[in-house]
T-cell receptor
């Protein structure tokens, strides 16, 4: 019930392509879904977040799509760039679970 | 310049020694957290604190201890009881009002125990 399942584990995309990372959750009380970006040797940085009252949120090239009925949310990176190469983590929290539950991460490589 | 600082960036210890990792924040956040990161494992919560002089165990607290004597500081001690202490340790903080779960992370400390 507390897990957040993230896929794929790794992803290789050509420059200019679309990167898509998916997450699924089970706890219907979750009401906050952030995505974090982490470069090697650095701490994760909050990239974008969504709450379940909207189905999509866009910030620049990054979009979160949220499907409440399927209990799934995904990160889309449009026009992917080599500088986007990093590990991306989804997370969720809400209800009695006040702390963030993280997915296991997706290592994205964008090839020039 | 607001943020979270962790020191040192790299730490080496011999097996059987306790070691303390530092975490300081000047964001005036009430809550602070410690995570452990291993390859392919995501971030796992060790301890968290929402108020000075109070803290709660996370999912993997065994072999670790913390203190919260000041709002700005949340040091983590990795004890000799921790069976596999080599990992990347991350400290985070967040407000407890507004966007409650918006956590901000420090740069991390890589601990190697041999």
């Amino acid at each position: 019930q507390q897990q957040v399942k993230q896929s794929p584990q790794s992803l290789i995309v050509q420059k200019g392509g679309i990167s898509i990372i998916n997450c699924a959750y089970e706890n219907t009380a979750f009401d906050y879904f952030p995505w974090y970006q982490q470069f090697p040797g650095k701490g994760p940085a909050l990239l974008i977040a969504i709450r379940p009252d909207v189905s999509e949120k866009k910030e620049g090239r990054f979009t979160i799509s949220f499907n409440k009925s399927a209990k799934q949310f995904s990160l889309h990176i449009m026009d992917s760039q080599p500088g986007d190469s990093a590990t991306y983590f989804c997370a969720a929290s809400g209800g009695s679970q006040g702390n963030l539950i993280f997915g296991k991460g997706t290592k994205l490589s964008v090839k020039p | 310049d607001g943020g979270i600082t962790q020191s040192p960036k790299y730490l080496f210890r011999k097996e059987g020694q306790n070691v303390t990792l530092s975490c300081e924040q000047n964001l005036n956040h009430d809550a602070m957290y410690w995570y452990r990161q291993d390859p392919g494992q995501g971030l796992r919560l060790i301890y968290y604190s929402q108020i000075v002089n109070d803290f709660q165990k996370g999912d993997i607290a065994e072999g670790y201890s913390v203190s919260r004597e000041k709002k700005e500081s949340f040091p983590l001690t990795v004890t000799s009881a921790q069976k596999n202490p080599t990992a990347f340790y991350l400290c985070a903080s967040s407000r407890l009002d507004g966007p409650t779960y918006e956590q901000y992370f420090g740069p991390g400390t890589r601990l190697t125990v041999t």
